[in-house]
């Protein structure tokens, strides 16, 4: 990880292994910002994060090779700076090493298309580990706009002090203790929803790593499984967006069978294997390719 203070003015450079998408990283940001927690404002995307126990407003700027990181209202301490840089490594998959994936991922002809068409494509995951899972159980069986809603609703109930205006993600602590009854109607959920996104806050208080620094994910698995409404593929898709795993893989995912032609998720997982190891990455280039078509 390369990691430098840009001169002049207080940004520090955490630079990608090889080249970044800038406008990539701004439209997956922009496509599940979540009312009162992410800002636009020009070229640069706001945001709060949890810093082993402090609270910074981040302002993220892109280029080529990069992402440029200020405080927002408050300069980064020297101290938080590499707590900083880890996460923004982690949150854009700056670290990953991209010729090996696009080449390998460039002998499907579909792919082939999809990795000329965008080479410097990263994964994107979460800042948080908390709302990767809480926003993962928002956005079952609906669109990626109501998963919004229902963020922005818990969010302007629950969530943690306004910094500069914006909110943090609510802890996983906060929500176990919040009443079903009440979480319910605030957010409009149905009652099972309701049940597993207090589920998931209460294994994620006994896994006691409700807001790591660095965005890692606490639970297996087999773990997510275990809750109630967790299934395959809201494991699977926290797999690839949270864990980051390079090679997770979600067959059942909707938008991956439309983009593979409308194919059963059983053939997906079978069209999947020539990917490995990077069937995740094959993944954000298919749902990619599927969202900017036109």
């Known amino acids: 990880m390369d990691v430098t203070r840009q001169d002049p003015g207080p940004a520090l450079r955490v630079g990608a292994t090889g080249r970044l998408d800038p406008l990539m990283c701004l439209a997956t940001l922009a496509a599940h910002a979540i009312p009162g927690i992410d800002e636009r404002v020009g070229d ?14 981040l302002g993220l700027r892109f280029t080529d090779d990069a992402v440029l990181v200020r405080g927002v209202g408050d300069p980064l301490a020297a101290d938080e700076e590499p707590a900083v840089a880890a996460l923004v490594c982690r949150w854009f998959g700056l670290a990953e090493d991209l010729e090996p994936v696009n080449a390998h ?12 068409r965008r080479p410097a494509l990263r994964r994107i995951g979460y800042p948080d580990a908390f709302e990767a899972a809480a926003t993962t159980v928002l956005g079952q069986q609906v669109s990626v706009a109501a998963m919004r809603t229902f963020a922005g609703r818990l969010v302007a109930r629950w969530g943690g002090t306004q910094v500069y205006g914006l909110h943090l993600f609510p802890s996983a602590d906060v929500v176990a203790r919040i009443p079903e009854d009440e979480l319910q109607a605030a957010i409009g959920l149905t009652r099972a929803r309701t049940r597993t996104l207090l589920a998931v806050a209460g294994a994620f208080v006994a896994a006691g790593s409700g807001a790591a620094a660095d965005g890692t994910f606490p639970l297996t698995r087999g773990q997510l499984l275990a809750l109630p409404g967790i299934g395959p593929w809201s494991a699977d898709y926290l797999a690839v967006r949270a864990r980051l795993e390079p090679d997770a893989f979600t067959p059942g995912d909707l938008v991956l069978r439309r983009a593979l ?5 059983p053939e997906a997982e079978a069209r999947a294997e020539a990917w490995r190891p990077y069937r995740a990455h094959a993944l954000f280039h298919l749902w990619t390719g599927e969202a900017y078509a036109k």
């Open 44 to 57: 640069e995307h706001r945001r709060p994060v949890r810093l082993d126990g402090r609270t910074a407003t």
């Open 105 to 116: 991922l460039s002998r499907d002809p579909l792919l082939a298309r999809l990795v000329a």
């Open 261 to 265: 032609g409308r194919i059963s998720a």
